[in-house]
């Protein structure tokens, strides 16, 4: 069976803080791919990252930055000098399902 | 521009009621999905449609039917079965390649409200 876990349920921060949201999926696939997305207030959901459980190389994209890890299933999120716009909730999805989600809280 | 448009926004249904949510693409996405969202829960697949006039069950399947005539439309209906329809519904497209899905296209959501 097929189990993404989101352990943090909320983390807030004073904004410039980094934060690092963790994910942790567990499979019997040798390949999959793995989703972070991101669901601000108005309720909409953004994609932000693909990867697949090949490529273990850190992903950087402005401030957000990705490291997988395929020999402990985690696939963490970090986003740096975070900003008031960056809060949302945060859920780290397998195709078709999806993790609990984190929400993140940026104090001005 | 491209994109997902649900609809209504909001909707308001009596107990007993069958309802349609609208779900709409011009993204040329093969694949359409619908989710459902509690507060303060994650999403949970309902049904799925990879191709034209074709669909798979999800996780939450009871109490709802869908229909994919058109490769831009993917409507849900909400039928007196479900036992607790007042969620927030998602619909979403994603291109896929060999079975590889490359990441969803959300619409901005119907919250449905049953009274």
Not at chain 1, 54 to 74: A, L, M
Request: neutral net charge; contains cysteine.
């Amino acid at each position: 069976a097929q189990k993404v876990t989101q352990a943090q349920t909320e983390i807030s921060v004073v904004e410039k803080e980094d934060v690092t949201l963790d994910c942790v999926y567990e499979t019997r696939d040798t390949t999959y791919y793995l989703f972070w997305y991101k669901q601000p207030p108005s309720g909409e959901l953004v994609f932000l990252i693909r990867r697949n459980s090949f490529d273990e190389q850190n992903e950087i994209s402005g401030r957000y930055s990705w490291n997988f890890q395929k020999s402990t299933s985690s696939f963490n999120f970090t986003i740096t000098a975070s900003q008031v716009v960056d809060s949302a909730v945060y859920f780290c999805a397998p195709p078709h399902r999806f993790g609990a989600g984190t929400t993140v809280t940026v104090r001005a | 521009d491209g994109g997902i448009t649900q609809s209504p926004k909001y909707l308001f249904r009596k107990e007993g009621q069958n309802v349609t949510l609208s779900c709409e693409q011009n993204l040329n996405h093969d694949a359409m999905y619908w989710y459902r969202q509690d507060p303060g829960q994650g999403l949970r697949l309902i049904y799925y449609s990879q191709i034209v006039n074709d669909f798979q069950k999800g996780d939450i399947a009871e109490g709802y039917s869908v229909s994919r005539e058109k490769k831009e439309s993917f409507p849900l209906t909400v039928t007196s079965a479900q036992k607790n329809p007042t969620a927030f519904y998602l619909c979403a497209s994603s291109i896929t390649r060999d079975r590889v899905n490359y990441g969803y296209t959300f619409g901005s959501g119907t919250r449905l409200t049953v009274v």
